[in-house]
């Protein structure tokens, strides 16, 4: 996936000229340009690439008809191509092409967690499904927002700096001490200001935790920072409806610090369970929108191979849910 990003990132002057040369043409002749790449790209590396994302969807989503399987890999590949494309050569039109190409839902939820945070900001969290980077711009408009990202590796740098320019702000997770990162944070949304964490981010160095019931590691951010300064966390993913074109639902907000305080419970195994409730969110997301998620090519990767009684001592099944009432039909 990364080599596929590199070819197209890596070198600025060729995407600066290719970006003037595309926008001769209308959004429908490439919308339906990015369909046809996407159908000789999965046609393409079917032995290889397709291949270990179709391994993937098995082994998390279990048995599935073999047209199930192709579609969903399909439309994986379709999304991968268009986000691309939007990320590259169409973030400088977004301002005046999100009204038609963004249809919101819940918008209310975001006013009911800036209302309940009583002057403090709150968090937005999701998977990396859709097209993230479109999504933070979205909220860029509204609220004054920070997330946290992963610009290190070169190929992704650009796409990064892309949505720099364009004032949506953000921490690297690979070059800001933890510590440093989490009081940038706090003061943040202390301030008034809004996150928007993606929680399925994997690093070695994060806390045990569990993903698809596999002993895996994911950031506890969200969770601190909801649990120790009282604010809330409003659930959200978008996924592409067709062509350029993407929903975006934001949720009910969650106030953890409220359920957890009536629990009795605190400290870190409050954090880690409130961390299980929230990766609980995100694997119902991917379960429902399989096609939109970004990480099928690679997911494998990040389950740790420990003794089955390390497994079972980390941690216990939460129960619960987060509910998104605003998702519509289709």
């Known amino acids: 996936m990364y080599e596929w990003i590199s070819k ?70 379709q999304n991968v191509v268009y986000t691309l494309y939007e990320i590259l050569f169409l973030s400088a039109r977004l301002e005046k092409l999100h009204a038609s190409h963004l249809d919101v839902q819940g918008d209310e939820y975001l006013q009911e967690a800036q209302h309940r945070a009583k002057g403090k900001g709150f968090i937005v969290y999701a998977p990396h499904v859709g097209n993230f980077f479109n999504y933070y711009w979205y909220l860029t408009q509204k609220f004054d927002c920070l997330t946290v990202a992963s610009a290190g590796s070169p190929e992704l740098k650009p796409l990064y700096m892309k949505f720099a320019a364009m004032g949506c702000n953000g921490l ?54 909801a649990l120790d300064h009282h604010v809330p966390v409003v659930p959200f993913y978008g996924y592409r409806v067709k062509g350029f074109k993407h929903r975006l639902v934001f949720g009910t907000p969650l106030h953890l610090y409220e359920q957890f305080e009536r629990s009795g419970r605190s400290g870190r195994s409050e954090r880690a369970e409130a961390n299980l409730l929230l990766n609980a969110f995100m694997e119902r997301v991917i379960r429902e929108k399989p096609s939109a998620w970004f990480y099928w090519f690679n997911v494998h990767e990040r389950w740790e191979k420990l003794p089955s009684a390390a497994a079972n001592n980390t941690s216990n099944d939460v129960s619960g849910s987060i509910d998104l009432t605003t998702e519509a039909a289709g």
């Open 172 to 225: 690297d997770y690979d070059s800001v001490p933890p510590l440093a990162l989490y009081r940038t944070l706090k003061k943040h949304v202390q301030s008034g200001g809004v996150i928007f964490i993606l929680g399925d981010f994997w690093r070695p160095t994060f806390p045990l935790s569990r993903l698809f019931d596999r002993l895996t590691r994911t950031p506890e951010g969200a969770a601190m920072l």
């Open 8 to 77: 197209l990132t890596l070198n600025e002057r060729r995407l600066d000229r290719i970006e003037r040369v595309l926008r001769v043409f209308p959004i429908w002749m490439m919308s339906a340009f990015c369909s046809m790449l996407a159908f000789a790209l999965h046609w393409a590396f079917r032995k290889g690439f397709q291949k270990r994302v179709e391994h993937n969807l098995i082994d998390l989503l279990g048995d599935m008809s073999k047209s199930s399987l192709r579609a969903i890999s399909k439309q994986y590949v």
